[in-house]
């Protein structure tokens, strides 16, 4: 009889982008140091190639293109992934038979990112187990459960009813029905399915979640129960792997030197993530209310950040001149280490999930500018559920950018957040020490993992 123990393989199936990758390589690296071969499949993008080099160890196979990617110009994201899913199934199948070729019948499973589901077809044909990874938090996926059942034309229909937008969805407080992320990802309709598609769990014996029962602990619960297959809570997965993640863009590291001259707790640092645009006119307002607020500040500023400027070569001369009193732009930062730095005193942040985790982790309070969708939820708990940050909401204004600055930095009300962010550090960092509930998960998710 086949020994299933000698299966020591992992395939990962990462999202081509920043905050997918990290997380999926984070927990490569968590799997690895308890004895597994890490393979990677990844679709043909330079960029994540090189960054990827660095993660010592893996091996790294590429899924071929099968469409011309032409074919998905004008789409919404919603229906570009579906697509996407449609186009990769063949090629992937592929991919994962020649793997068992070439490294013999030892892959324990694949591990895929919830929004690369075509990988299950091949799960299924080779009869490999599979687990699925969301990168986002439990909250999100329990959203994606409550919009996978809802109908379009009715949820548009009450979400016109104040009434309704406000309501609490049952069992899962405080999230309301206007709470539910369907921002920025094209029309209703077509999300509405791809969340059909995402949460459908297909032949997946899990799902592993970026997450911990001290943050998220009803959530988790839901959807155990929801789900109807296991839930391993992994996170905060940076810590889990000690490492911060490969980056797809140069850090600079000229900002630590920088942050070592300023005051404790001083500093607000800020980063909108990896795809965020703002005008220049926002940038200036910005500028202007961090420049008036007289605390020092770390910006980052990445090329075509800026709409209509290639970056902080060329900048406006009136931001250069406020930068040089009083900050220092980079155009990519070590961030877990700038957060991590006893200078910063606040992260101006757009709250995706990863800065999220590893703000916490630091016990760093946030401004919160969310975006789009998820971050929008991810920036309600900060400011309302954990109650570690403020949100600024409408549009960026100095005088309101000036006050939620120093609100954060200088005032009772910031102390306070830090107080409860510092808390919730102390919890997080306890998860995935000997005896955490992160910790107890991993080793239960490596045990399923070897026995399968």
Same mark, same amino acid.
């Given at each position: 009889?086949?020994?299933?123990?000698?299966?020591?393989?992992?395939?990962?199936?990462?999202?081509?982008?920043?905050?997918?990758?990290?997380?999926?390589?984070?927990l490569?690296?968590?799997?690895?140091?308890?004895?597994?071969?890490?393979?990677?499949?990844?679709?043909?993008?330079?960029?994540?190639?090189?960054?990827?080099?660095?993660?010592?160890?893996?091996?790294?196979?590429?899924?071929?293109?099968?469409?011309?990617?032409?074919e998905?110009?004008?789409? !919404?994201?919603?229906?570009?992934?579906?697509k996407?899913?449609?186009?990769? &199934?063949?090629?992937?199948?592929?991919?994962i038979?020649?793997?068992?070729?070439?490294?013999?019948?030892?892959i324990?499973?694949?591990?895929y990112?919830?929004?690369?589901?075509?990988?299950e077809?091949?799960?299924? &044909?080779?009869k490999?187990?599979?687990?699925?990874?969301?990168?986002s938090?439990?909250?999100?996926?329990?959203?994606?459960?409550?919009?996978?059942?809802?109908?379009?034309?009715?949820?548009l229909?009450?979400?016109?009813?104040?009434?309704?937008?406000?309501k609490?969805?049952? !069992?899962l407080?405080?999230?309301?029905?206007?709470d539910?992320?369907?921002s920025?990802?094209?029309?209703?309709?077509?999300?509405l399915?791809?969340?059909?598609?995402?949460?459908?769990?297909?032949?997946?014996?899990?799902?592993?979640?970026?997450?911990?029962?001290?943050?998220?602990?009803?959530?988790?619960?839901?959807?155990?129960?929801?789900?109807?297959?296991?839930?391993?809570?992994?996170? @905060?997965?940076?810590?889990?792997?000690?490492?911060?993640?490969?980056?797809?863009?140069?850090?600079?590291?000229?900002?630590?030197?920088?942050?070592?001259?300023?005051?404790?707790?001083?500093?607000?640092?800020?980063?909108l993530?990896?795809?965020a645009?703002?005008?220049?006119?926002?940038?200036?307002?910005?500028a202007?209310?961090?420049?008036?607020?007289?605390?020092?500040?770390l910006?980052?500023?990445?090329?075509?950040s800026?709409?209509?400027?290639?970056?902080?070569?060329s900048l406006?001369?009136?931001?250069?001149?406020?930068?040089?009193e009083?900050?220092?732009?980079?155009?990519?930062? @070590?961030?877990? &280490?700038?957060?991590?730095?006893?200078?910063? !005193?606040?992260?101006?942040s757009?709250?995706g999930?990863?800065?999220?985790?590893?703000?916490?982790? &630091?016990?760093? @309070?946030?401004?919160?500018?969310?975006?789009?969708?998820?971050?929008?939820?991810?920036?309600?708990?900060?400011?309302?559920?954990?109650?570690?940050?403020?949100?600024?909401?409408?549009?960026v204004?100095?005088?309101?950018?000036?006050?939620?600055?120093?609100?954060?930095?200088?005032?009772?009300?910031?102390?306070?957040?830090?107080?409860?962010?510092?808390?919730?550090?102390?919890?997080l960092?306890?998860?995935?020490?000997?005896?955490?509930?992160s910790?107890?998960?991993?080793?239960e998710?490596?045990?399923?993992?070897k026995?399968?």
């Amino acid at each position: 009889m086949e020994n299933r123990a000698e299966k020591r393989r992992i395939v990962l199936v990462p999202v081509a982008a920043q905050g997918h990758v990290t997380p999926m390589m984070q927990l490569g690296v968590a799997l690895q140091l308890k004895g597994f071969s890490i393979t990677v499949a990844k679709r043909q993008f330079k960029q994540i190639s090189s960054s990827l080099q660095h993660v010592p160890g893996f091996d790294f196979v590429t899924i071929p293109e099968s469409s011309d990617m032409s074919e998905f110009k004008g789409l !919404g994201p919603a229906e570009f992934l579906m697509k996407l899913n449609k186009t990769n &199934e063949a090629s992937f199948k592929e991919c994962i038979s020649q793997l068992l070729l070439q490294q013999g019948n030892d892959i324990a499973c694949i591990i895929y990112d919830k929004l690369m589901y075509f990988c299950e077809a091949a799960a299924k &044909e080779f009869k490999l187990p599979s687990i699925i990874f969301s990168t986002s938090s439990a909250t999100i996926q329990v959203c994606y459960c409550v919009l996978s059942k809802l109908e379009a034309e009715k949820f548009l229909i009450d979400m016109k009813d104040p009434e309704m937008q406000d309501k609490v969805l049952e !069992g899962l407080h405080p999230l309301r029905y206007k709470d539910l992320p369907t921002s920025g990802f094209g029309p209703l309709e077509p999300l509405l399915e791809m969340c059909r598609e995402v949460v459908n769990t297909r032949t997946a014996s899990a799902i592993i979640i970026n997450t911990a029962n001290s943050l998220e602990s009803s959530s988790l619960s839901w959807l155990q129960q929801e789900l109807g297959i296991t839930v391993y809570p992994l996170g @905060p997965l940076h810590i889990t792997a000690s490492l911060p993640g490969p980056s797809l863009l140069q850090e600079d590291r000229s900002c630590v030197e920088w942050l070592n001259k300023q005051t404790p707790r001083s500093v607000i640092y800020i980063s909108l993530g990896s795809k965020a645009h703002m005008e220049t006119k926002e940038m200036l307002e910005m500028a202007w209310g961090l420049s008036n607020s007289k605390q020092p500040f770390l910006w980052v500023i990445r090329p075509g950040s800026i709409l209509g400027s290639d970056g902080i070569e060329s900048l406006p001369e009136e931001i250069s001149k406020m930068v040089l009193e009083r900050g220092y732009i980079v155009k990519w930062a @070590p961030q877990i &280490e700038v957060l991590a730095h006893p200078a910063v !005193g606040g992260f101006w942040s757009h709250c995706g999930w990863n800065s999220t985790l590893e703000s916490i982790v &630091e016990g760093v @309070p946030m401004i919160c500018r969310p975006l789009q969708g998820e971050q929008k939820l991810n920036a309600m708990y900060i400011e309302s559920v954990w109650r570690i940050g403020i949100q600024l909401e409408g549009e960026v204004e100095r005088g309101c950018v000036e006050r939620s600055v120093k609100r954060l930095i200088m005032e009772e009300e910031g102390a306070g957040m830090r107080e409860r962010a510092l808390v919730l550090k102390e919890k997080l960092k306890a998860t995935v020490t000997s005896a955490g509930s992160s910790y107890n998960a991993l080793n239960e998710l490596v045990k399923d993992l070897k026995t399968q």
